[in-house]
């Protein structure tokens, strides 16, 4: 039998590849729905057909014990060419299929209907049919039915090669951090690792195998554990807590580990925390040996300075009674500067650090020569060329005769890897709106119809077929409970923040969220003068607090309404967050976390947060940021 074929039956060969699917193992949720058509058509055959170059391959299967047919000896062939059902009530009776081998051979087959199975971009990939060996017809209901499944099995094929692209793409991410050097892992609320980076391994001193579900603290021992575990308390609290641990690996020996790691619920809230790990046991070599004898050091000039040139990380180490700085060759490079033409004084080292960064590290600075606390510091720099560098800058004190001697450190030129890290992580989320936005708007979309739809269906035959109508009801079950989870993956993809159209966008989105999930008024007025653009780090700190002060409002304050103001001035930006909830005591010398995030992250961004409250007359917070980060510099 000849079988039509269409203009675009090379890009619809195409299309189907790319789903990856032919000749995969049966699965269960096509199986279901193959079953389902079955019963509800009451035939003894029923398939999902994927129509390939020159066959029919059958994704599911009931009746019928062939995998496959040639692609010229099955009705499926012609039924794709059709945008609607294709029905042959008796097959005998239709010309073009009276001789056709599956009507006048064995299995006598003498009725056929079939569902095209479509893609998003209008390909049909196959049907979803049913066949039954005497002649019959299909109730509107049954028609509807069978349209509205072989809907369902499309939105299958379209998730499941969403999570294979998905999972593609993870692990080309994975593979670019591999070359990076450092390790990637996730932990869930109860300290279990839900991700390890392939690098994992490599860096822990571990036998290649899975570490996945195994508990973080169990790869740790000794002070290494107990730092661990208070990392992953300090995580949910701060933005990002970073550690030094001394890591005793597989074989005995023992290295150093660098340990990021930050909330990725955002801080405050308990949930899952991400993290980095970096081996820094050859930089701490390098500390240790200086510590040790720096003076050998110093006679080893040209050597120790060719390591560093190599390593990008130079020296450095401050008297603290003459107040004098001396810095290594690579220290000088770094700054865009040679010894021959600057001699370093705390202050103008300071000075060559971007405006938020300065006061980051003088406090550092400042907090080591009085109480000998050591400091790790990732700031960024300007060099004396005017080029714009992150650096890594580590200081410690040592003691002589129980009084401060000196201060000393590395400096390290982290540019190339924060760099990295920001092109990795900026492609992947990407990846994750793109993939977001498919599935919010395309599967998401088409399940509620399909719900909407077969609920109408259902209420039809209720009184006809009581047993039909219970089917109809399990069918509604399971694509509501697909569109759960459509809608939950496409909403975690796709995350409300100030990097993702700006914090007036951020802000109107994270109202609309909160007002949706707590049924709490949320009104967003927004004073925004376009011609003052707002630094990231403002933005984002801003988010925060507007983050805490809604949650505080919606779960404490018992709140009926709620306003957010947002203004932005050249002279000054403010935020302010207004309840009519049952107020808090602002006199408590211990105020809860949510409160203690709130100042920290004003405090980040120089800004000053007032939070008044009265006993039953709601509370008002302002964060007020006099002057822009960018009119500070110039």
Known sequence: MAYKTTDTETQRLEELHRYAILDTPP???FDELTRLASKLCATPIA??????????????????????IPRDRAFCAEAIAHHEVMIIEDTLADSRFADHPLVTGDRGIRFYAGSGLHTPNGFALGTLCVLDCIPRRLTQSQ???????????????ESRRISRELADSEARYSSILDR????LFSVDAYGRLTYASSSWPTLMGRAAQSSVGTALLDHFSGAARQAIAQMLIDAQARDATTIDVEHTREDGTRGWLHVVATAAGGTGVPGSIIGRLTDISRTKDIEHQSRLDLERLRRQTLLFEKTQGAAQIGGWELDIDTAKLFWTQETYRIHGLTSAEYNPSVDTAIDFYAPLSRPKIRAAVEAAIASGAPYDLELELVTADCRQR?????????????APRRLYGTFQDITERR???QSVLATAQQERDRLGDELHEGIAQELTGTALLLRAITGSVQMLDPTLAKDLEYATELINHSLESCRALAHQMTPASPTRGGLESALRTLGARTERVSGVPVQTILKVRRDVPLDAIVSDSLYGIAQEALTNAVTHSGATAIRVELSVRPDAVRLGVVDNGRGMDTTNSHPGMGIRIMHHRARLIDARLDIVSDPGRGTSIACVLKRLPAQKQQ
Do not use: C, I
């Open 27 to 29: 699965e269960l949720a």
């Open 47 to 68: 398939l999902v057909s994927l129509t390939d170059k020159a066959r029919h391959w059958f994704k599911s299967r009931v009746g019928m014990p062939l995998t496959e």
């Open 143 to 157: 028609r509807e039915t069978l349209e509205l499944l072989a809907r369902q099995v499309s939105q299958l094929l």
């Open 180 to 183: 990076v050097g450092d390790a």
């Open 390 to 402: 992150w650096v890594r800058s580590r200081g410690y004190r040592e003691d002589a005769n129980g």
């Open 419 to 421: 760099s990295l890290e």
